[in-house]
């Protein structure tokens, strides 16, 4: 509303080499092609791009080379939801790493499943832009994974797919005879899936979304304490982790490397 300047990204990447320089350690950028589908029309409709051209993606490149982070081993990492604005990037010089991020919609305390019923969460919006019925989930498929590896380094996942959860046992209304639907923090976390593991066996690493603080987003047995619910996911094995809470984030970190003997 006119109030307010907007930070670009190369204001974030200043930023993050300066704050390098000051605490004498790397401080990397993660940036995020946002709904990339949707924005190249946008921006194409408005004359910043030809029929069929991917205006974002090419800012993006463009940016990462100028200031010279276009490497493996260069402290960015480039993320997304939609698997073909990655394999754009791949397949038009950007040699960052890369994510592939993987989104649901909820879950069902019932059985601890993902819901996948959302068109805006359950499935890639080029999928379904292309007419592919796909869901998220097959992403983490043997064969879902050995695709994202073509052109990605790593995925991040919705935490409910490394650990589930649910209510157990379930009732079916609330005392007022209304369905009940259940929250996560009535829900109990359920054993680890494969993921990390089957990831890890295609040398792809796993940085997981999002952890917060707030009581709603934990589960029961977390017993209102965020920093368990990180211990558990980092003894598990994730090599990453998105949160909305850095600084309990970081005090778990350094708890778990204790316990390592680190």
């Not at 991917?54 to 982070?69: Q, S, T, V, W, Y």
């Not at 369905?179 to 295609?202: C, F, N, R, W």
């Not at 707030?214 to 598990?236: G, H, M, T």
Request: some cysteine; proline content about 5%; glycine content about 8%.
């Amino acid at each position: 509303n006119g109030k307010f300047p907007i930070i670009s990204f190369q204001d974030i990447i200043d930023i993050a080499r300066a704050k390098s320089k000051a605490t004498g350690r790397t401080i990397s950028v993660y940036p995020e092609t946002k709904n990339p589908t949707w924005n190249n029309a946008q921006a194409i409709a408005n004359g910043c791009g030809a029929p069929g051209s991917h205006p974002l993606e090419d800012a993006l490149i463009k940016i990462i080379k100028e200031n010279g982070l276009n490497a493996k081993d260069a402290p960015i990492i480039v993320q997304s939801f939609e698997p073909g604005s990655l394999k754009y990037m791949r397949s038009h010089g950007l040699e960052t790493r890369q994510v592939q991020l993987i989104d649901g919609n909820g879950v069902d305390f019932k059985t601890g499943k993902v819901l996948l019923n959302n068109i805006a969460n359950s499935r890639p919006y080029d999928w379904t832009v292309a007419g592919d019925s796909r869901t998220f989930d097959a992403m983490l498929t043997p064969e879902g994974l050995a695709e994202i590896k073509t052109y990605a380094d790593g995925i991040g996942p919705w935490k409910a797919y490394i650990v589930p959860y649910k209510i157990s046992p379930w009732k079916d209304s609330n005392a007022d005879g209304t369905p009940y639907k259940g929250s996560t923090a009535d829900a109990s976390t359920q054993d680890a899936t494969s993921v990390i593991a089957d990831a890890h066996k295609l040398g792809l690493f796993v940085h997981v979304f999002t952890f917060r603080n707030e009581k709603k987003y934990l589960a029961a047995d977390y017993r209102n304490d965020p920093s368990l619910e990180y211990l558990k996911f980092f003894r598990l094995g994730v090599d990453g982790v998105f949160t909305d809470f850095t600084h309990t984030g970081i005090a778990a970190r350094a708890a778990y490397l204790r316990e390592l003997g680190w």
